[in-house]
């Protein structure tokens, strides 16, 4: 049984390595978080942006000039509406007892922050009476880095899927399939072959990509586990493909219908109040999610880690294994 299941895999891994566009679909994940992490913003390569108040001396404002990019307002109020815009840029102004106070919206890297008020401190040092005042405008964090990976995840699983289900197709129209209804291969063996490529598929590819945008700093234990729970949901679209359709043109279709759908509900559900998250729970991608949520982001989810990932097990595993029953004869495998 094992060195069947294996001999199957081998024989997608070898297809998918032979075909152009499902070599693509194996890389795209991986480039598009290299594109992701080289436009992402950070410290290394950016110019650091200061909003300040006009009134602040001549001379602070030019020599501020000197560590970075400086932008005048005329008065607190047009540098805290500059302070709240989408980007990392902290203010200064000038407050009424003739102190300095610097303001962050909250969501900027801290060091940028802590670049402004030390360089602010270097500058009037050893002037009498001057006070520097830091405050946060806003506590929340953007976490748009932890959304891009999540998201990335969440496209890696679904590009499994979708490598598996050409493959099915292919076997299908090549009538691969029928050396395999003949053998003693049955239909169970078949389906957890596909199952097992998603998963070290998924697994290989997701680890590299959280990598290459989040470094080091995540539980990767915890996050192939999280891929192992997922596999379910992984994998029904490469079922839905290999049952539904004839060809990979049709796949493609088929496949473009489902793509926006899997990735839009839990995207929607980020710009949803928490209130509202039980309209989601319906849907397995969104509890898988929020499984990610548990790894990556320092929020309160809909679920702990582990419940989390039970249902989104068992919700993809009770997909599949209706879809299975459509595939069985599709396939006619025992």
């Known amino acids: 049984m094992i060195k069947r299941i294996f001999n199957i895999i081998r024989q997608d891994l070898t297809g998918a390595l032979r075909d152009n566009m499902?070599?693509?679909?194996?890389?795209?994940?991986?480039?598009?978080?290299?594109?992701?992490?080289?436009?992402?913003?950070?410290?290394?390569?950016?110019?650091?942006?200061?909003?300040?108040?006009?009134?602040?001396?001549?001379?602070?404002?030019?020599?501020?000039?000197?560590?970075?990019?400086?932008?005048?307002?005329?008065?607190?109020?047009?540098?805290?509406?500059?302070?709240?815009?989408?980007?990392?840029?902290?203010?200064?102004?000038?407050?009424?007892?003739?102190?300095?106070?610097?303001?962050?919206?909250?969501?900027?890297?801290?060091?940028?922050?802590e670049a402004a008020t030390i360089v602010l401190q270097k500058i009037v040092?050893?002037?009498?009476?001057?006070?520097?005042?830091?405050?946060?405008?806003?506590?929340?964090?953007?976490?748009?880095?932890?959304?891009?990976?999540?998201?990335l995840i969440l496209l890696v699983a679904l590009m499994s899927g979708w490598i598996e289900g050409f493959n099915i197709v292919e076997e299908r129209a090549t009538k691969a399939i029928n050396a395999v209804s003949v053998s003693p291969t049955s239909l169970t063996e078949y389906m957890l072959s596909k199952m097992v490529f998603v998963m070290l598929h998924t697994v290989a590819t997701v680890i590299i990509v959280s990598l290459i945008l989040v470094g080091v700093d995540v539980s990767y234990v915890n996050l192939v586990i999280a891929m192992v729970f997922s596999v379910p949901i992984g994998i029904l679209l490469g079922f839905v493909l290999g049952a539904l359709t004839d060809n990979q043109i049709s796949a493609m279709g088929i496949g473009k219908f489902f793509t926006p759908i899997f990735l839009t509900i839990p995207i929607v559900s980020i710009f949803?109040?928490?209130?509202?998250?039980?309209?989601?729970?319906?849907?397995?991608?969104?509890?898988?999610?929020?499984?990610?949520?548990?790894?990556?982001?320092?929020?309160?989810?809909?679920?702990?880690?582990?419940?989390?990932?039970?249902?989104?097990?068992?919700?993809?595993?009770?997909?599949?294994?209706?879809?299975?029953?459509?595939?069985?004869?599709?396939?006619?495998?025992?």
């Open 22 to 113: 499902l070599l693509y679909v194996i890389l795209a994940p991986i480039i598009l978080a290299i594109g992701f992490r080289l436009f992402i913003p950070s410290m290394e390569g950016t110019v650091l942006t200061v909003a300040m108040d006009e009134r602040i001396p001549a001379p602070i404002i030019e020599e501020f000039k000197t560590y970075m990019d400086v932008k005048l307002f005329s008065d607190e109020k047009e540098v805290r509406d500059r302070v709240m815009r989408v980007d990392d840029v902290p203010g200064i102004f000038l407050s009424e007892d003739g102190g300095y106070t610097v303001i962050a919206e909250g969501n900027e890297d801290p060091e940028i922050v």
């Open 125 to 151: 040092t050893g002037s009498e009476g001057i006070e520097i005042a830091f405050n946060q405008l806003r506590d929340d964090r953007t976490y748009f880095r932890e959304y891009v990976t999540m998201v």
């Open 272 to 334: 949803v109040d928490k209130s509202w998250h039980w309209l989601f729970f319906i849907f397995p991608p969104y509890w898988m999610f929020v499984t990610l949520e548990n790894i990556y982001m320092d929020t309160t989810p809909a679920a702990g880690f582990w419940l989390a990932g039970f249902i989104t097990l068992v919700s993809g595993s009770i997909l599949v294994f209706i879809i299975g029953k459509v595939l069985k004869r599709k396939l006619n495998l025992r």
